[in-house]
Each structure stands twice: as C-alpha cells, then as structure tokens.
C-alpha cells in the first residue's frame, strides 16, 4: 500500500520528517515508521509486512482539506479499522464509503488509485492485507469463511466491500491487543496471525447474526443455532459449552441442537467448542502471560495433561513448545 497526495505515486510532494511530538503517543513498538510532511499537514505510516499479511495503521494530522491517493499494486483481501476520526474512501471511482469508528469493514481491492478524504485535524486507520496463500489456508481449515469470502468476491468482481460490521466490545479488545502488542521475530508473527483469523472470525459472525437475524426468513431455530455459536466463540469452555449445558441455557433439546448445529455450521458442536477453546488457547500462550496450568483452567480443562495433549491434536505442537520455541511452529491458525 502507498498513500499520495497525487494519482501518480512518483510525484508525491511529501518529505521524510522526525514523528512531530504530538503524534508520538500514536506510535506501536512492532512497525517501521514513515513521516511525512506536506503544505497540509502530516501522514504517518506504520507497517509490519509478512510473507503471509500486512498490517499498516496510517494517522492523518491534517490542517487543510486534501484529497489523497491510495494505491495497490495488487488485488488485496483488506480489513479496515477507523480509531479515530471519519475518513471518506471512494471506490472504482464511484463507491462513496465512510469509514467511521463505530463500523469495520472487509474490502475486496483491485489493483490501481482509490481517492481517500481524511478530515482537518487528527484520525487515524488500521488496515490488515491478508495474503493469498493465507487466506486459502484460513479457508481451507474454517469452513464458515468460505461462504464469507465468496459474497465478498460475488459483491464486486473488481473491488468492493460487503456490509459495515458493528465495533463491538470483542473486535474492540482484538485491536486494543494488537496495539499494544511487545512481542518481535516469529512471536510478533503468530500472535498477530492469530489476531486476523480471530477478526475474520468476528466480522463473519457479527454480520451473520445482524442480517440473518433481521431476515423474515429466518426460524427460531436458526436463530437458536447462531446465538449459540456466538456465545462459544466469545466464552469457550469445554464444560460450559457442552451439549446439556447450552442446550439448557439457550432452551432448545439437545438432540436438535446437535442435529442443527452440525446442518447450519458445517461442523460438530463438539469440534468447534474444541476449536474455539484451542484458538483461544493460542492466543493466551503466545500473550505469554499466565502459566499453561492457568490457560488449561480458564478453559474448562481441570487436567493439564488433557488439555496439551488436546492443543498438539490440534496445533501440531503442545502448549510449552510453541511458547519456548516459536520459530518451530509452522502450522498455526
């Protein structure tokens, strides 16, 4: 990604400054830094690049309107992010879309210019490009985001978005994580890969649930079936989250559930508990944080034993070797 104040990215009149001090307070530990400054004010860029995404969070320090360019250099699976401010993006040249703080977006990109409006004074955006060979593993292994990313590419064949999604409390805790993020090397790697498949993951289920919900169409049971899965995937516990237990919380006969999970999320009930629990699992080992033991009892698993032997079935690795030696890890999420 490039950002110019021209549509031809070599004429860009900026120049290479020190982080005005006012902006240093913008800045994360994990991504070389690029200032530049113009006759209309400053635009920072942080990225970090891998072989599999890329991640640039842009603040804007803006004293007069401005009319910038945004250039790919290829088509990009992109999740956007706005912290602060409201920024108006364009399209093909024609899709108006606001970005604001209360609403994410998933963009299928094409390659070429996208005019972008930051407003006078200070916002600030994250966007996460997910790379190919990624996203095809991502698909291969979730079932669920196939269907996802194939409304994603059905929208607009040459570059579009599919609906804003709600900044919730979750999505709003992922990105705080990133933010503050003091991991390096292959650490910084996996934690901010399991990052993204946990955002893809959000953005999936919250604009599920918000326009299945509203459809005339949808039964009971459908609806059943998706406040169930939203409820694993933010509290995973291998007891709480059993058959009896949802099937007593949410009212509904634990032979339906099971039967209707299975037909309408293309997996067990079981597996995606035991799914949901190892990824969140991932997530508390590369944080570093608490012990194995602690992260095996925050997720129902009263034997650590149990829950190591579980987390190799499914990452390839136990607990303690992916904390201890990260760059052996080859299969995470």
Request: hydrophobic residues 35%.
């Amino acid at each position: 990604m490039q950002i110019s104040n021209t549509p031809q990215q070599v004429h860009d009149t900026g120049e290479a400054v020190p982080v005005p001090k006012v902006l240093k307070e913008r800045l994360v530990s994990w991504a070389t830094i690029i200032c530049k400054e113009y006759d209309f004010g400053n635009i920072i860029i942080q990225e970090l690049k891998t072989a599999d995404y890329n991640i640039y969070i842009t603040v804007f320090n803006i004293t007069k309107p401005v009319k910038l360019y945004v250039c790919w250099e290829k088509p990009t699976v992109a999740l956007q992010y706005t912290r602060e401010g409201e920024i108006i993006c364009r399209l093909n040249n024609r899709d108006k879309v606001l970005l604001e703080a209360s609403r994410y977006h998933l963009f299928y990109l094409t390659n070429g210019s996208y005019s972008l409006h930051p407003p006078c004074g200070i916002s600030e955006s994250m966007h996460i490009e997910i790379g190919p060979a990624y996203l095809k593993d991502l698909l291969s292994a979730h079932t669920p985001l196939q269907k996802m990313m194939q409304n994603l590419y059905d929208a607009n064949t040459t570059g579009g978005v599919l609906f804003p999604a709600r900044m919730n409390g979750k999505v709003k805790n992922i990105l705080h994580e990133i933010y503050q993020s003091n991991k390096t090397g292959h650490s910084l790697y996996l934690e901010m890969k399991a990052h993204i498949y946990r955002l893809l993951s959000a953005y999936d289920e919250e604009i599920t649930l918000t326009h299945y919900l509203d459809s005339i169409q949808a039964s009971k049971t459908a609806k059943t079936i998706l406040a169930v899965k939203h409820y694993i995937i933010e509290y995973p516990h291998i007891h709480e989250c059993s058959l009896d237990s949802l099937a007593k919380r949410f009212t509904i006969s634990p032979s339906a559930l099971k039967v209707n999970f299975k037909k309408q999320c293309d997996i067990s009930l079981g597996d995606f508990v035991q799914q949901q629990c190892i990824l969140k699992a991932l997530q508390l080992v590369l944080l570093d944080i608490d012990a194995i033991r602690d992260i095996a009892l925050q997720l129902g698993y009263t034997d650590v034993s149990n829950f190591s032997r579980a987390f190799r079935n499914y990452m390839g690795c136990s607990p303690n070797e992916m904390r201890l030696y990260p760059e052996r890890y080859k299969n995470g999420v």
